[in-house]
């Protein structure tokens, strides 16, 4: 579904990614770990069109996308939840849902997405009319998630949704984020410094170092690996 | 009492046109974070494109006072889109400075092209809407008054509605919250930008036919002073913030007309400047700005 080849990304003179190559096939999901300053989100944002490769290629469903703005990659079904969650915070959570919904027209259909994005998260149900900002981390992760999902993504990238969240929240959002994969099949591209729990909830994963893939296989594989363990896993 | 409704009356319907402009600075500011210091030379240009076709209308009539109007927003709307497009946009992701400096540019531009295709002599601008006086005891309201708190009022709810129904106008906060998640969900920001332009203008093209019809000498340079308060304005109101606009720019005209009516007049402008100074003491956000720290 997903081919990223040989991709280089820089800021400036320095070089974020050096060569990251990695393929994801439909109705996976599949996990970025590596450490501070290992490329993850850059990997993302260069998908996602936010940041310009110098070098390789990323083609999706079989077209090349490396050279598309931004708005034209979520129209082909590849949704991009940030780092930071980055909910419109002056906008209530209905707003947020009907933003996620820009490019969609079909009034039924949204209205179906709005319906399933509820029964995976009913919180952000009751919180409708607040604004995004004035929710909790946790619930502002559910928006953010819910958000994409109303964009109807083929592929949805998740950047460390675990981040600042409280712990209790953290396992029910993997949960939904498991669930999300199953009942929809929609393909799951999760970036996440806690390794643990990405390599528990993902089919395969990829380890980044400093830019460069270092380390890939079936998840569970690599949960044994203990090259891996010493390095990510708290041993 | 009387004296005071009176000079109220004025300095709402001097406010209202500030406050027009302000929306323009305020509007361009939440997208881009700049100030657009070429807007005021857009309302001048708004005056002018409505000298132009005040000539061929029917004077003194409302239809012909609405086809002036309409013709300078759509002319401005489309002035500011092409200055956001020639100028602006190339210099997306550059430092806010160059920008800035662009825009200082872009505003002598525009004056002294008006010196050379309209003449630095002051024109006269036709009295394009009905004007008569209506007289409540001691109170006067001219036509022309009504004609800009009317417009104003209609040209504020119109916005409202764009910006708080309409799924362009929610694209607009989207972009003014976060640019990057606005892209994100499928925005093209360039859009947003430029329809943000094309409103912004619309308005100061409005404010330049009601300054006009209230101050009928015309000229390249006369954006320079409205649009000054305007943008104090908008600062005043919280930069960024659009009901703040509309306050700032309400209540800089009305403080403006008193002090003209009173034994201070001479100090009008300082006054004017002095309260944006005091105020942002006290409020550095302005009077309905939140404190936000800068995002890195």
């Not at chain 1, 990304?9 to 996990?31: N, P």
């Not at chain 2, 309409?70 to 210099?91: N, T, V």
Request: glycine residues 12%; contains cysteine; charged residues 15%.
């Amino acid at each position: 579904m997903l081919t990223v080849q040989n991709l280089e990304v820089c800021y400036g003179a320095i070089s974020a990614l050096r060569d990251v190559s990695f393929t994801i096939e439909a109705g996976r999901i599949i996990t970025l770990i590596g450490g501070n300053g290992a490329g993850k989100t850059t990997t993302l944002r260069t998908i996602s069109g936010l940041l310009r490769a110098k070098r390789g290629s990323i083609s999706f469903k079989g077209e090349d996308i490396t050279k598309l703005p931004p708005h034209q990659i979520v129209a082909r079904g590849l949704c991009h939840v940030p780092e930071g969650r980055m909910v419109f915070s002056n906008l209530t959570v209905d707003e947020n849902l009907a933003m996620g919904a820009y490019l969609l027209s079909d009034k039924a259909k949204i209205a179906a997405t709005r319906d399933y994005v509820f029964s995976i998260f009913p919180r952000l149900k009751e919180r409708l009319t607040q604004a995004a900002g004035t929710l909790s981390g946790g619930e502002q992760q559910m928006l953010a998630i819910g958000r994409a999902l109303m964009g109807e993504p083929k592929l949805l990238m998740l950047d460390e949704p675990s981040l600042g969240i409280a712990p209790k929240l953290i396992s029910t959002i993997f949960e939904k984020i498991v669930e999300i994969n199953k009942s929809h099949g929609i393909t799951i591209l999760l970036v996440e410094q806690n390794a643990n729990l990405a390599l528990e909830v993902s089919h395969d994963a990829y380890v980044l170092e400093t830019g460069v893939v270092v380390m890939k296989g079936p998840s569970a594989e690599l949960r044994a690996n203990p090259e891996l363990k010493a390095a990510y896993l708290g041993g | 009492m009387s004296e005071f409704l009176q000079q109220l009356l004025n300095g709402l319907s001097l406010g209202a046109i500030y406050a027009l402009i302000a929306l323009g600075y305020t509007m361009v500011y939440g997208v881009l974070r700049f100030i657009n210091f070429a807007h005021s030379d857009v309302f001048m240009v708004g005056a002018f494109i409505g000298y132009y076709i005040g000539q061929k209308v029917p004077q003194n009539t409302i239809g012909g006072g609405l086809v002036v109007l309409l013709g300078a927003m759509l002319g401005c709307a489309l002035l500011g889109m092409l200055i956001e497009r020639l100028c602006y946009r190339p210099l997306r992701g550059a430092a806010t400075l160059n920008v800035l400096i662009t825009a200082i540019g872009v505003s002598l531009l525009l004056e002294y092209s008006g010196q050379v295709f309209f003449g630095a002599t002051p024109r006269t601008f036709p009295s394009v809407f009905p004007s008569t006086n209506f007289a409540f005891g001691d109170l006067v309201i001219s036509s022309n008054q009504v004609v800009v708190i009317v417009v104003t009022a209609l040209l504020m709810v119109g916005l409202q509605l764009i910006v708080y129904r309409t799924k362009i106008g929610t694209a607009m906060r989207a972009v003014s919250l976060n640019p990057k998640a606005a892209q994100l969900v499928g925005v093209n920001n360039d859009v947003v930008i430029s329809f943000t332009f094309g409103l912004g203008s619309a308005l100061a093209g409005a404010g330049g036919i009601l300054y006009a019809l209230n101050y009928p000498s015309i000229d390249p340079l006369m954006g320079v002073m409205p649009g000054l308060k305007a943008f104090v304005a908008a600062v005043l109101g919280g930069i960024g913030n659009i009901p703040g606009a509309a306050l700032g720019g309400l209540l800089l005209g009305t403080v403006e007309t008193f002090v003209n009516g009173s034994q201070w007049s001479t100090y009008k402008d300082a006054i004017a400047f002095a309260i944006l100074i005091i105020i942002l003491l006290f409020r550095p956000a302005g009077l309905l700005g939140k404190v936000s720290v800068e995002k890195v």
